[in-house]
């Protein structure tokens, strides 16, 4: 299975950006189909981003709909999540997942089986 270890999370002004990481090792990344995923406080995790196996296309949840983009460089073993015009909602625990089999259920975070330690972004007001 792949490793995965996200980072670039910290603290931003609401309107601001950052992106996130996740650096794979372990297994053949391009294998892997890519999911981001989020646990605000006190919340369940929710789907954040993830490409679809349809061609690959991405899909994001309605809240981040034009404000993320994900993105992966296979020949660094890289995934990405762009992240513009933040808000104060938008802080969360991130969590990059991989699943091999490429589901078709890619918005479920149980489809998923390698996962990430997570990175904080907080948004302030």
């Known amino acids: 299975q792949v490793q995965l270890v996200e980072s670039g999370g910290g603290l931003v002004q609401a309107g601001g950006s950052l992106r996130l990481s996740c650096a794979a090792s372990?297994?053949?990344?391009?294998?892997?189909?890519v999911g981001w995923f989020r646990r605000p406080p006190g919340k369940e995790r929710e789907f954040v981003a993830a490409f679809s196996r349809h061609g690959g296309i991405p899909d994001y949840a309605d809240s981040v709909q034009g404000r993320f983009t994900i993105s992966r460089d296979n020949a660094k073993n890289t995934a990405y999540l762009q992240m513009s015009s933040l808000k104060p909602e938008d802080t969360a625990i991130y969590y990059c997942?991989?699943?091999?089999?490429?589901?078709?259920?890619?918005?479920?975070?149980?489809?998923?089986?390698?996962w990430g330690q997570g990175t904080q972004v907080t948004v302030s007001s």
């Open positions: 997942a991989a699943d091999r089999s490429w589901t078709t259920m890619w918005r479920d975070a149980n489809e998923y089986d390698c």
């Open positions: 372990g297994d053949t990344f391009r294998s892997y189909a």
